[in-house]
């Protein structure tokens, strides 16, 4: 009796363990699927980002959102997930940038500056309650 597995025993055991690999990781997504966010999750205090200032923060359940102020009470969220591979873009110089392929984004809009992209960010709804920074 042998106890190294046969090819087939050691490649039905690989097979499985990508599955569930790859089932359990889309299990617990709720927030970090593009544009999805839960309402009523505190993000920031408004006094911490300056008018004409771009952030990025994270919510409760660990999603990345890039977050500009355009006014003394506006604030746009954007989520940070890359629509060219998916990678977590930066706020860099006062746009947003994507560090794996160098895609560009303008935190105002969302809007793709400079490729290879070529979907905007996803805007994700946002208030401003009792001086905090909430989603929507």
């Not at 544009?35 to 993000?43: M, Q, R, W, Y």
């Not at 746009?76 to 997930?81: D, E, G, P, R, Y």
Request: hydrophobic share 40%; glycine share 14%; with cysteine.
């Amino acid at each position: 009796m042998s106890l190294c597995p046969s090819r087939r025993q050691v490649l039905a055991t690989v097979g499985l363990g990508a599955g569930g690999a790859m089932l359990l990781s889309a299990c617990g997504a709720e927030e970090q699927d593009e544009g999805t966010v839960s309402a009523g999750k505190t993000l920031i205090g408004l006094e911490e980002v300056g008018v004409g200032d771009s952030v990025a923060v994270q919510t409760p359940a660990g999603a990345t959102l890039l977050l500009t102020r355009t006014g003394e009470a506006d604030v746009v969220a954007l989520s940070a997930v890359c629509t060219h591979q998916g990678c977590t873009v930066d706020v860099e110089n006062e746009e947003g940038r994507c560090p794996c392929h160098g895609s560009r984004f303008d935190l105002r809009t969302g809007e793709v500056t400079a490729g290879p992209a070529k979907e905007p960010l996803a805007r994700i709804a946002v208030e401003v309650i009792d001086g905090q920074i909430v989603t929507a």
